[in-house]
């Protein structure tokens, strides 16, 4: 049993990266792996920050835990949403189970960790925070030692933005901020378990993607920022370097990310589709590009309508669900079914076959918590993102509807384990569901 655990979160570093095309330049992470094993880390549904960490740190899938994204819609209402938040989290996280066994845990940056809940250690709160003036640690008298340390704390940066080069200054700025913080921790505290996410790895991919990746359809060679992507990461390897001489041989370590990352072919504008099909109908037709929450939805004849992101969220507008629904409940499921066939349906804008994948809620998870929608769907399996904006004309951007993203999220994310006793060191290589990594850390340090 190891007397501590160390777990470097990296939000959406893919394992093609970490483990073929940047390996050799990455010394420390080569080096877990070549003393560890390593190997993909299965993201759940859907493969996004919010829920995967909380599912990661839990055990439990997003339909037990309720989170299906950052955003929810508010039941019985048809623009209203709530925003996903520490609180959302009802079952025990590794954590609080730790906490049972007399264990001490220290953690920065796990999503979602805003507002601060308390902890037998020490939190400071994730990218979901409102700003440095809010109350963000736990004690509440840690807030002032950190900016005593390292100033106002930066808990994200506006990746979705064309001053590119602004955006590297800060992603750097806080990224260097944030590993301060975390060695100062690791050495002024007492703990068992410590636990930060860097979402600085999100950011750069989503930002730079398209600068790096020759199969981007947007990639220029010998552009400016073609290297970005690749020095962040030798970046973040010095890093992680930094940290490994902060422990010793008896800290086990686990490398994860919460789901991978991938170039994006483009938007596909889900509302715009729906009205196509007759599924969504407006009082009058939308003149400019508007969110669907401001444009003359007629919801007295709307079947159907979705929201945008790295996957579409479906809405059924039902009768007694709904307040203007027209889908009796005795056809709500060949309405579902039938929508859901058509979506798979659906072809690149030159007529390719997209590898688009629909489900129920209820086929991906046996617990049905909060407020699910009536469908998910992947478009070219997470190749095309969503456009839940309206009053485009058409059925495809070229890009991201709600500012520059050339990214999209990929189901792999990345597992590397090191000096962990229950891990059979003789396997070359890993598959693990994102849901089993809470009993590998529970198991290493409480069996």
Request: overall charge negative; aromatic content about 12%.
């Amino acid at each position: 049993m190891a007397k501590r655990l160390l777990l470097i979160g990296l939000d959406a570093a893919p394992p093609e990266l970490i483990f073929n095309k940047f390996r050799d330049e990455l010394p420390n992470l080569a080096s877990l792996m070549d003393d560890g094993v390593y190997g993909i880390l299965e993201s759940c549904h859907p493969p996004i920050t919010i829920p995967a960490w909380a599912v990661m740190m839990t055990g439990k899938s997003p339909g037990e835990l309720g989170l299906y994204g950052f955003r929810h819609r508010k039941p019985g209402s048809y623009t209203d949403i709530y925003i996903a938040s520490s609180h959302s989290i009802k079952v025990p996280a590794v954590w609080d189970i730790l906490a049972k066994h007399g264990k001490k845990s220290c953690l920065v940056s796990i999503p979602p960790s805003y507002p601060p809940k308390p902890i037998n250690g020490y939190l400071i709160s994730c990218f979901i925070t409102p700003g440095a003036d809010k109350e963000y640690t736990y004690p509440s008298s840690l807030k002032q030692e950190i900016e005593s340390l390292a100033g106002k704390y930066i808990f994200d940066v506006e990746f979705r933005t064309e001053a590119r080069k602004k955006l590297l200054e800060e992603l750097y700025k806080m990224t260097e901020q944030h590993f301060k913080v975390i060695k100062y921790l690791m050495t002024r505290y007492k703990w068992d378990f410590f636990a930060f996410v860097e979402i600085g790895v999100d950011r750069v991919q989503h930002a730079f993607w398209k600068y790096f990746d020759p199969e981007h359809h947007l990639y220029t060679p010998g552009n400016e920022f073609e290297h970005v992507i690749e020095d962040y990461y030798k970046y973040i390897d010095e890093k992680v370097g930094e940290l490994l001489k902060l422990i010793d041989e008896d800290t086990a370590v686990m490398v994860v990310s919460d789901h991978g990352a991938k170039r994006m072919k483009g938007a596909f504008c889900i509302n715009e589709w729906l009205a196509q099909e007759g599924y969504l109908h407006y009082k009058e037709k939308p003149k400019q590009v508007m969110d669907l929450e401001k444009a003359p939805v007629d919801w007295s004849k709307t079947i159907a309508w979705g929201w945008g992101g790295y996957y579409a969220r479906i809405y059924l507008n039902v009768k007694g669900r709904e307040p203007q629904g027209v889908i009796e409940k005795e056809e709500y499921e060949n309405v579902r079914d039938e929508l859901a066939e058509k979506i798979r349906n659906i072809k690149g804008p030159n007529g390719e076959i997209l590898k688009n994948h629909v489900y129920k809620p209820e086929e991906l998870y046996t617990t049905l918590n909060g407020d699910p929608p009536d469908l998910i769907v992947y478009f070219d399996d997470l190749y095309w993102r969503s456009a839940g904006t309206v009053g485009h004309n058409t059925l495809y951007l070229p890009e991201n509807d709600k500012g520059p993203d050339d990214a999209v999220h990929s189901m792999h994310g990345t597992i590397i384990l090191q000096n962990m006793n229950q891990i059979n060191s003789s396997k070359t290589s890993l598959l693990i569901r994102i849901e089993e990594v809470a009993k590998l850390i529970i198991n290493e340090l409480c069996n």
